[in-house]
């Protein structure tokens, strides 16, 4: 496609996006425990999408959501599963592919 054409559309449509998390990376991406303290390590709150993530990160792409015009819907995070950490237990960044690969996230 050319780029030419693209770049007059208004929109490309309303994606939605779906982000496997593989770790907390603090000050840039974490969650808080059930005092506000902010985690360092992921624990039990890791596995509950109720708990939020919050971060630079979070902020960062919450903005491009906002300024998206349209084009990105929404944003939504999840954890990796059990079963790709089984699979992958060397790396969290590859068992969250794994996930991703799988179409769970």
């Known amino acids: 496609e050319d780029w030419l054409s693209v770049l ?6 309303a994606v939605e996006i779906k982000a496997n998390v593989p770790a907390y990376q603090k000050p840039m991406l974490y969650k808080r425990d059930g005092d506000g303290v902010i985690l360092a390590t992921p624990g039990e709150e890791y596995y509950n999408n109720s ?12 903005d491009l ?3 998206s015009n349209g ?3 929404d944003i939504s995070y999840t954890y ?3 079963g ?3 699979m992958h ?5 590859t068992a969250a592919v794994q996930d991703i690969e ?3 996230a």
Do not use: C, F, T, W
């Not at 708990?51 to 919450?62: H, R």
């Not at 237990?89 to 960044?93: G, Q």
């Open 51 to 62: 708990v939020p993530y919050e971060g630079v990160y979070i902020d960062y792409v919450s």
């Open 8 to 13: 007059e559309r208004d929109s490309v449509g």
């Open 84 to 86: 790709s950490v089984a």
């Open 102 to 104: 799988n179409g769970l």
């Open 71 to 73: 084009d990105i819907q």
């Open 80 to 82: 990796k599963s059990m």
């Open 89 to 93: 237990p060397s790396s969290h960044y």
């Open 65 to 67: 959501v906002r300024i």
